[in-house]
């Protein structure tokens, strides 16, 4: 009979002062994720208080205190309350799923297409278009700004909605193109000299065999772009007023907000939350799983 292994935990293989390390260790980054995550639940509670007597409240029990009567209301307050440039909150956040939507979709095609071909392809050009792409990014964005906008209105795609999010995505360069670049060129070009000799083009190399084996990476970059996206409120805020998301407009409604209205905006806020905790709960998983080995042998 075959004794069963009996797990152990990794501590137990630890030195004493290497336990002391790891629990200091743990106590900071405990501290540091409390520190992270405790303001959003003193939002989540605030946003529960009765909207005309928070201020009253705050002064007679200090900051952190839990309403007694809870106001479950001022989320669907939230829903029909707020509003702005005339579009309410469901309205924001249409505009912000397809805001995400068609961001995300042409960013992570065209910057997958371009890292590609600048990771596997040498051409005349190549490395000064490369260095332009770098230069670009590093120019901070109030020297960039007044030249972007400026070029916007001359195209006639300034307030155009999604047709703007559509061209500006296409550029191919940025954050995600340096990872991707990293991604590509770390493939073996050996599967795509076995492609050649069997005849495939090199779109065949691309979409059949370069692209899968970077779809694991492409997904994580994906969550983090969508939720960069999702959080972005200074694209709507400057090149589509008429069309305002969930984070530009309550951007702007916090700006004139009463008091009285602040429990009703931090139910928004936390209404505002939810979407990107629910894609990231279902897609951490596979962010850690969906890890590609390769398949070279010999």
Known sequence: MSKKVKETSILTQRSKPEKIVFGII???FLIYAVSLIFPFVWMAVLSLEEAKSLNTAMKLNGAFYI????????????FTTMED????????????AWFVGIGLLFTMFWHSITAYIF??????GRNFIYTCAIFSMIVPIIGSSGAMYRLMAELNLYDSGPLYLMVTSCGGFGGTFLMMYGIFANISWSYAEAVFIDGGSDNTVFFRIMLPQALPAIAAMAVNTGIGLWNNYGTAL??????????SGLYKIS??????????????LIISIVPVLIIYGFMSG?????????????
Request: charged share 15%; hydrophobic share 40%.
């Open 238 to 247: 400057m090149y589509m007023p008429s069309t305002p998301t969930v984070a």
């Open 286 to 298: 596979s962010m850690m799983k969906n890890l590609s080995i390769g398949g070279l042998k010999g």
């Open 255 to 268: 700006l004139y907000i009463s008091d009285h209205g602040r429990p009703i905006y931090y139910a928004g």
């Open 85 to 96: 440039n005339g579009v309410n909150f469901i309205g924001m956040l249409m505009n912000s």
């Open 26 to 28: 743990f106590a900071l």
């Open 119 to 124: 990771a596997k392809y040498k051409f005349k």
């Open 67 to 78: 309403p007694e009567v809870l106001y479950f209301s001022n989320y669907i307050d939230a």
